[in-house]
């Protein structure tokens, strides 16, 4: 039986092994939102990333239903603290693209 959560899950730990050479630590999340005006989870996080050329972070939202597994992700300004990006936006963000791209289920 297939499960959304699963491949979702899946699927981030695939992303967060894509580049041998590189580091990555959850430091803020995974947290599970529904966004204002979506009845949809999304699960969001702050990914610390080390690598030869130094220490970035990046937020990202994923999500995963009968039709796809996606995440999402943006630049940001690292200069900033990770702790003082808006997930909660960028969650609602992420639920503006999933509605624009969703691809309905056949029956």
């Known amino acids: ?20 050479d590189r580091r990555s630590t959850v430091i803020i999340g995974p947290r599970t939102i529904i966004p204002q005006g979506s009845s949809e989870p999304v699960s969001c996080r702050i ?3 080390v690598d030869e050329y130094g220490t ?5 939202c994923s999500w995963a239903d009968g039709s796809a597994v996606v995440e999402v992700t943006q630049t940001v300004d ?3 603290p990770p702790a003082e ?23």
């Open 47 to 49: 990914v610390r990333s």
């Open 78 to 80: 690292l200069n900033k």
């Open 56 to 60: 970035t972070w990046s937020p990202d």
């Open 85 to 107: 990006f808006d997930l909660e936006a960028f969650a609602a963000k992420t639920a503006t693209i999933h509605n624009e791209i969703r691809a309905p289920v056949a029956p």
């Open 1 to 20: 039986m297939f499960s959304p959560v699963t491949a979702r899950d899946e699927f981030l730990n695939i992303l967060d092994r894509r580049i041998p």
